[in-house]
């Protein structure tokens, strides 16, 4: 008995010599570096020039500095759509969100006959690096889908079951 004390004993020094050499959590964060993103008063005349000449259609227009680069929010044709430009005029993207009717029939009928039963919730339109792509939501009863679809081919990108 008095030997199971004793290494009772020596265990929970043990314990307790060791736990006081372990660290605290470590709390520190790395700070990554800032992107300002500001109401841009004055967008150079190389940026307004392309942009006016790519949206003519453009409404409400509203830029923004994104480091180095001009964002604009607008409208066409009750659609929001976003584009960024480089300091030079270059169009880096184009994104135009929109509903099952903004989508070019051959690319409805595509969907429509992969997912009969789904309706289309949302459309997006990305064009960058000279590559149209859609990228489309839908939901049935028990499904949220996403599909995207590129030069006439069709790939689902997500496929979430509801929760009931």
Known sequence: MKRLI?????GSLFLLICSLGV????????????????PATKVPSEVNN?????????????????DKKYLVTFLT???????LYKNNGQL????????????????RKMIKSNYVDYDIT?????????RNIWVVNLE???????VRVENGEMEEVENLKKSM
């Open 77 to 83: 044709a009750d659609q929001k759509n976003r584009a």
């Open 122 to 130: 949302l459309t997006i339109f990305v064009s960058q690096d000279q």
């Open 50 to 66: 392309s942009f006016n000449a790519s949206f003519k259609d453009a409404v409400n227009p509203a830029w923004y500095k994104l």
């Open 23 to 38: 660290k605290a959590q470590d709390t520190t964060y790395k700070v990554l570096p800032s992107i300002t993103v500001t």
């Open 92 to 107: 880096v993207y184009h994104i135009r969100y929109g509903v099952e009717q903004n989508l070019p029939d051959d690319i």
């Open 140 to 146: 049935d009863k028990s499904k949220y889908v996403v």
């Open 6 to 10: 004793i290494n009772l004993m020596s």
